[in-house]
């Protein structure tokens, strides 16, 4: 019986043959990010030593510019860290700047076949580049950082064949959406996607199913790799890689087909992503007070785009906050040369520097009691992005867009068929 991706770079990082579900693995880790909430008061902790500079990644991403002074000292913090081990990989506020998942896919730092580990919970993101990361806790990335190991437990493994391509105004989060509405929770499971339909998916439409598989409690979620995938890799990294496919016998708990065609907009309803979604157009007419766009999942230059194809020519209606908040610096750079950030600004949206942001309810578009957002970010539950009593709708960038335009929830094909 042959391994899925999974299992098999279970086994090469852990020097085993075989791992089958169910299996415990101490994997050697090739890639620690340390981001800011890590520094915090409460959650630092000195570290000895560092076992391989080269391997430790820090970022600055959930609070930048530092909002207080709680936030301004766990940065410094972290550059006095990076000092102190001479590590080169840091991203601090400025050039390039950014959230650490889209990073991951500038720099390429998102090996495949490697082991990449950070405490942040949409590490997940990362494995859209064959790999498997995943985030950990507080006190094992410190462990990966100066053991140069960690340990996982092998769960069974979900393959979803990706089939057909996307309509005009569907999004690989309207697919996400609708995989969270069908089959629920996949805890203890990892997600492995795959399929004829992925040849029409940019690494960035890729990159957030990946991303959105956290809300699905898996434990890694991968991707099979094609030439647009290692193209990617070898445009932005030096490093040697061997991509790694699934055996044509792997053994999986389910194989679960998604036509990309069939697909339309969907909105998760507020508190969770888990088996809430419905079409937008039942959604439709729900008043909103802000529209937000950003984070690890949509702030991509293909999600920014997309967004300015709805708002050109357009304006945002009066009474909605519309926020758009590029994942990184090189992103923001690239839709200033391609015009989006043009058209969104001319629209009327307010466009904050890279950065998680109101995404975790961190700073800049924090909401406010009853109030009604839509986002295009990672997750929606009561609280999440601000006061307990406010409502976070989910939905893609364009039905964001599309929404904050009318200031009630719109369907995007309205505006882009």
Request: net charge neutral; hydrophobic share 40%; charged share 20%.
């Amino acid at each position: 019986m042959g391994m899925t991706i999974v299992e098999k770079i279970l086994a090469s990082k852990g020097g085993r043959d075989v791992v089958r579900p169910g299996d415990i693995v101490t994997v050697e880790v090739d890639t620690t990010i340390l981001f800011d909430n890590n520094f915090m008061p409460a959650n630092w902790r000195d570290i000895v030593k560092v076992r391989d500079p080269e391997r430790i990644v820090v970022v600055l991403d959930h609070r930048v510019p530092a909002p207080n002074a709680m936030a301004a000292a766990a940065h410094v913090t972290a550059r006095a860290f990076a000092a102190k081990f001479g590590i080169k990989r840091v991203h601090d506020v400025g050039y390039d700047q950014g959230i650490s998942h889209q990073l991951v896919a500038d720099l390429g730092y998102g090996i495949p076949g490697t082991v990449l580990v950070c405490s942040d919970s949409h590490t997940c993101s990362a494995g859209v580049f064959n790999c498997l990361a995943r985030g950990v806790g507080g006190p094992d990335v410190f462990y990966s950082a100066i053991k140069g190991e960690t340990w996982f437990r092998c769960g069974e493994t979900v393959r979803y064949q990706l089939t057909g391509k996307l309509p005009r105004a569907v999004t690989t989060k309207d697919a996400f959406l609708q995989i969270a509405g069908k089959h629920g929770a996949h805890a203890t499971m990892n997600v492995e996607y795959g399929g004829p339909g992925i040849a029409g998916l940019s690494i960035n439409a890729r990159k957030t199913l990946t991303t959105m598989s956290a809300e699905l409690s898996a434990e890694f979620a991968t991707f099979e790799p094609d030439e647009v995938l290692i193209d990617w890799v070898r445009r932005r990294s030096r490093r040697e890689f061997e991509p790694v496919y699934p055996d044509s016998d792997a053994r999986y708990l389910d194989v679960r087909e998604v036509d990309l065609g069939a697909l339309e907009p969907l909105v998760a309803y507020p508190d969770t992503v888990v088996q809430n979604s419905k079409p937008v157009r039942e959604a439709a007419g729900v008043k909103i007070d802000q529209a937000y766009i950003g984070s690890c999942a949509n702030g991509t230059l293909d999600d920014l785009e997309l967004a300015a194809q709805v708002v050109s020519g357009r304006r945002v209606a009066s009474g909605v906050r519309f926020l758009v908040v590029p994942a990184s610096q090189l992103v923001y750079r690239e839709a200033l040369k391609s015009g989006a950030m043009e058209k969104l600004v001319d629209a009327g949206a307010v466009i904050g520097p890279p950065t998680c942001g109101a995404c975790g309810g961190g700073h800049m578009g924090v909401i406010g009691p009853g109030e009604v957002c839509i986002t295009a970010t990672t997750r929606n539950f009561k609280g999440r992005m601000g006061d307990p009593s406010s409502k976070v709708y989910m939905g893609s960038p364009a039905t964001v867009a599309a929404s904050a335009l009318t200031g009630y929830i719109t369907d995007p094909r309205e505006f882009l068929n």
